[in-house]
């Protein structure tokens, strides 16, 4: 019984997250590139793209909000938000103004996030986050049966990240 209770909690719970959430994952990945790539330095589209999955998923658990509504996918070398995809793909490095977002959309709240999860993935590479990725849970789950290495779309939900990242803050 409380495993159904807990269920329906992490539901109603995402139901309101859902309407809450305005901003886009250009959004954040613009705020995330304003304060990752001062003095002309610059990230990996890997680094980028598995830090706004790391924003997502604590937003969702310390906020009890979703930062952005765009899905993430469990692509071959981790979490992939398709969108951000299409505005980097072909590139390598990104820096400050590759990516267009409006970053008035994030409220205190939401940046504050960021500024925490970048305090601690920040100094991370690309590959170390990659590699990261691939050891939880919500990556691996979403992956199921595909092979690694295989292409695949499957969505990495926002109530299994919720799950996980969550049940680390109870330990």
């Known amino acids: 019984m409380g495993k159904v209770i807990y269920k329906l909690y992490l539901w109603i719970n995402l139901v ?20 990752l790539c001062s003095n002309k330095r610059t990230i990996t589209t890997w680094k980028l793209q598995k830090l706004v999955y790391y924003c997502q998923a604590w937003s969702l658990v310390w906020d009890e909000r979703k930062l952005f509504e765009e899905r993430i996918e469990a692509w071959a070398d981790g979490p992939v938000c398709p969108e951000l995809y299409e505005r980097h793909k072909g590139k390598w490095d990104l820096r400050i103004g590759d990516i267009q977002g409006n970053t008035n959309r994030l409220n205190e709240t939401a940046k504050e996030t960021i500024n925490v999860v970048l305090d601690y993935y920040g100094k991370e590479s690309g590959s170390y986050l990659r590699a990261l990725t691939h050891m939880e849970r919500p990556w691996e789950e979403a992956r199921g049966d595909t092979p690694p290495g295989y292409r695949s779309d499957n969505e990495i939900p926002c109530e299994l990240m919720l799950e996980y990242y969550g049940g680390l803050v109870e330990e």
Not at 16 to 35: C, P, Q, S
């Open 16 to 35: 309101e997250i859902r309407i809450m959430a305005k901003a886009t994952v250009l959004d954040v990945a613009h705020y995330i590139l304003e304060h």
